[in-house]
């Protein structure tokens, strides 16, 4: 009898974890604490050879089109945002996006 499907399989932002995941300069901790899913969901999926070890054009530029609206979305809830505490989260997640966007650039 075959387990459920793989978490990670069906996450909306496969592609962009695939990439984190084969780029080798995130931990899987910091993955999976950047996409919210547990890293035992992300070893599992890496263990089971079901990550994406290249991307073709389109999915790239639509993994960066996808961090670029993060990006854009994150910076406007810094900017509106009157709690420091929540600015200075969103900061650091627009900064994450933006490493993000620097690795797929860079590969």
């Known amino acids: ?4 499907p793989c978490t990670i399989c069906q996450h909306p932002k496969r592609s962009e974890i695939d ?11 910091a993955i999976a604490d950047h996409f919210q899913v ?23 530029l639509a993994v960066l089109q996808s961090l670029s609206a993060d990006l854009t979305a ?18 650091r997640q627009a900064q994450e996006t933006a490493a993000e966007v620097l690795r797929c650039t860079t590969l």
């Not at 990439?19 to 901790?29: D, E, V």
């Not at 406007?76 to 989260?89: L, S, V």
Request: with cysteine.
């Open 1 to 4: 009898m075959r387990g459920r």
């Open 19 to 29: 990439l984190a995941l084969t780029g080798g300069k995130s931990t899987i901790r």
């Open 38 to 60: 547990s890293r035992h969901c992300l070893e599992r999926h890496t263990k089971g050879a079901h990550v994406h070890r290249g991307l073709d054009i389109e999915q790239t």
């Open 74 to 91: 994150t910076i406007a809830e810094a900017r509106q945002c009157q709690d420091q505490r929540i600015k200075r989260g969103a900061i």
